[in-house]
């Protein structure tokens, strides 16, 4: 039988449009076989500041300096010298041309977004060359985890330009589904019925970011019973069988050692928002608490993971942007118990892959997430069966470039077929 040849014969990159109407990059790997992989990099809006550089222009005229021509002609000129002959079946050995490249710890010489739109592309490529799927050439096809979906139904905080909630995202996790195709179905007819209790009370029903609606409440607290009002009328039974998460994002709302919550003009330190917590957990499902304290508020963050860390899993995003040192520290100092992960905040496959091992070995939970910027990509998708994660979150069950994850998920439980397990409850390890 011949060999297929995976040595990567050229790499294309070019610009495209995200969701937000913003410029991203796209990047495209072509094999000596012919096998081809396409990949594109979304972009955060909400960013922690110790994330792997996102390069853009910075020059004002072209999309406001949002531009994305320097990535685009990195890609097509150094970082295609650099890999054109390296093995894409090789996924390591080529991120790890691409970390020598940069030669930076964060990516700053050619940026994150460039890295990572063509370390998933060579994984497309090596995986179609193979003749698998995604998630089974990144995984073990023979154990595919399906996640619980954390679904963002109410969008606050900057994704929601400030007119609703402090708290960033509400995600509903219905854990309490057999699949995730019914999981899925169970958050869209939640979603729905939220929309007619929004109407009800008088609240616009225009949607932020993520495709979450964003009503200018008078809380933070009243987006919770909305929720827990539209599980109940689309006939679930939250805490049962619908969890809440909540991602607060904190970093956005904290200045010098204060919490401000505009939408209550209220002013908490970390102690006050700790027990604000601990309040909301005894109230609601909560199964799940991202950033609940601002990126370097360490001390904070160990407050609340010794307050209510056995029963809610607290996830690091702004803390541990998805980088191994910092989530070392973390585990060190036993501030948290779970890590937001997130491709662009390292930016490569392969860091990626480490990020992950390094929770999963440590018995915390990792939870795979989109950007508030995004694309149609489905990488994440692949990505979390794969690694078997169990729980992801892309956004609302609306809204093309959030579904388009989902609907991946949709079909490979299908192909997965008798071999598929659905997380549940224990996708969620608290
Ligand atoms: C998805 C998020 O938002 P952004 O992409 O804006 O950082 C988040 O904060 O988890
Ligand atoms: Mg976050």
Redo the contacts with the bound molecule.
């Keep these: 039988m011949t060999q297929i040849d995976t040595t990567i014969r050229s790499i294309h990159a070019r610009e495209i449009l995200d969701s937000r109407g913003n410029p991203t990059v796209e990047a495209e790997v072509t094999l000596a076989c012919g096998a081809m992989g396409r990949a594109a990099s979304?972009?955060?809006?909400?960013?922690?500041v110790h994330e792997a550089l996102e390069l853009r222009d910075g020059v004002i005229g072209r999309y406001n300096g949002k531009g994305v021509q320097r990535p685009v002609s990195l890609i097509n000129g150094e970082i295609r010298d650099a890999l054109t002959g390296l093995d894409a079946g090789g996924q390591q050995a080529v991120d790890e041309a691409l970390i020598r490249l940069d030669g930076t710890a964060n990516k700053e010489n050619l940026g994150a977004n460039s890295t990572l739109a063509v370390s998933m592309a060579v994984a497309r490529a090596a995986a179609a060359a193979a003749g698998r799927r995604l998630w089974e050439y990144l995984g073990d096809p023979t154990e595919p985890l399906l996640p619980v979906p954390a679904m963002n139904i109410l969008n606050g905080g900057?994704?929601a330009n400030w007119q609703g909630p402090d708290f960033?995202?509400y995600m509903i996790a219905p854990y309490g589904a057999p699949t995730f195709a019914e999981a899925l179905r169970w958050g869209a007819e939640i979603y729905h019925a939220l929309k007619t209790l929004l109407k009800e009370k008088g609240y616009s029903t225009g949607v932020g970011?993520?495709g979450g609606f964003a009503p200018a409440v008078s809380s933070n607290t009243e987006p919770l019973d909305l929720i827990v009002a539209a599980i109940e009328r689309a006939g679930y039974r939250p805490g049962q069988e619908i969890g809440i998460a909540l991602?607060p994002?904190s970093s956005s709302f904290y200045t010098d050692g204060a919490y401000e919550l505009r939408t209550e003009g209220l002013t908490l330190d970390a102690a006050g928002m700790v027990d604000r917590y601990r309040e909301l957990a005894d109230t609601y499902p909560i199964v799940s608490i991202?950033?609940g304290l601002a990126e370097d508020d360490w001390d904070g963050w160990k407050l609340l993971n010794d307050a209510i860390g056995d029963r809610v899993e607290l996830v690091g995003?702004?803390l541990f942007v998805t980088n191994v040192n910092r989530i070392e520290r973390g585990i060190r100092e036993g501030t948290a118990n779970a890590v937001?992960i997130?491709p662009n905040q390292i930016g490569t496959v392969t860091e990626t892959i480490a990020a992950v091992r390094l929770a999963h070995k440590n018995s915390w939970g990792a939870m795979v997430?989109?950007?508030?910027?995004e694309t149609v990509d489905t990488f994440i998708a692949d990505f979390t069966v794969a690694m078997r994660t169990g729980h992801l979150?892309a956004g609302a069950p609306a809204r093309g470039e959030r579904v388009e994850k989902y609907n991946q998920l949709l079909r490979i439980e299908e192909e997965a077929g008798n071999a598929a397990r659905y997380a549940g409850r224990k996708g969620f390890i608290r």
């Design positions: 979304p972009s955060g809006a909400s960013t922690g900057v994704h960033q995202e970011d993520e991602d994002a991202e950033d995003d702004d937001l997130k997430s989109h950007r508030s910027g979150k």
